[in-house]
Every structure is written in structure tokens, then in C-alpha cells.
Nanobody, 121 residues
């Protein structure tokens, strides 16, 4: 079992930055893939960014490439999502997710509770 706790959401203006954090606990010695997803009102949850605990490979949705950066701090079992140049369309609940041995894309083995990000115009 892995527990994921997100933090760092909030209300910002367009063009501002936010950094989300996802702290993992439990069986974290396994090589997980970690990801960030988001769900806006009335829309399906969508993949935003992902990486593996090992290696350097990262993946991003086209809508956030060049603006968002996913990173990890292994010593703290924490994954971050740095979000720059935020747009109103980035408004959503952001979820952290983990999957065994792969970057979660369509599904994940574990989910956090979500953190709200609201971008005003």
C-alpha cells in the first residue's frame, strides 16, 4: 500500500506560479511511476505529467509542456509539480497518482485526495 498526500493548491491569478507537492508513504521502496492528473468541473480526469522514481524520463500533456515541470526528491519521497504561467483553463482539482513500475497514464494503482487549483483571469 502507498499513501499519497497532496498540498500546495490555491487561488492565483493568470500568469502566476504554484508548486504542488505529493508526499508518498508506505511501500515506497518499490520503483513506482508517479503522475499528476487534473479534473476540471464537468470534464474527465486527464493526465498532466509523470515520471519514474528511478531514471530521468518525464512525460507531459501537450497542454502543459513548457509551463509545468515534474520533479522528485527521493530522500523525502516527494514529487513536485511546478506550474508556471498559469491560465484560467488550468483550474481543476489536481491529483497525485502512483503505479507499479510504470508512469501512470490512463489509470493508476494509488491516488491522493486531490488539491484545488483555481486560476482567475
Amino acid at each position: 500500500q502507498v499513501q499519497l498526500v497532496e498540498s500546495g493548491g490555491g487561488l492565483v491569478q493568470a500568469g502566476d506560479s504554484l508548486r504542488l507537492s505529493c508526499a508518498a508513504s508506505g511501500r515506497t521502496r518499490i520503483d513506482y511511476g508517479m503522475g499528476w492528473f487534473r479534473q476540471a468541473p464537468g470534464k474527465e480526469r486527464e493526465f498532466v505529467a509523470g515520471l519514474r522514481w528511478t531514471g530521468v524520463r518525464t512525460e507531459y500533456a501537450d497542454s502543459v509542456k513548457g509551463r509545468f515541470t515534474i520533479s522528485r526528491e527521493n530522500a523525502k519521497n516527494t514529487v513536485y509539480l511546478q506550474m508556471n504561467s498559469l491560465k484560467p483553463e488550468d483550474t481543476a482539482v489536481y491529483y497525485c497518482a502512483a503505479s507499479y513500475y510504470r508512469i501512470p497514464r490512463a489509470s493508476a494503482d494509488y491516488w491522493g485526495q486531490g488539491t484545488q487549483v483555481t486560476v482567475s483571469s
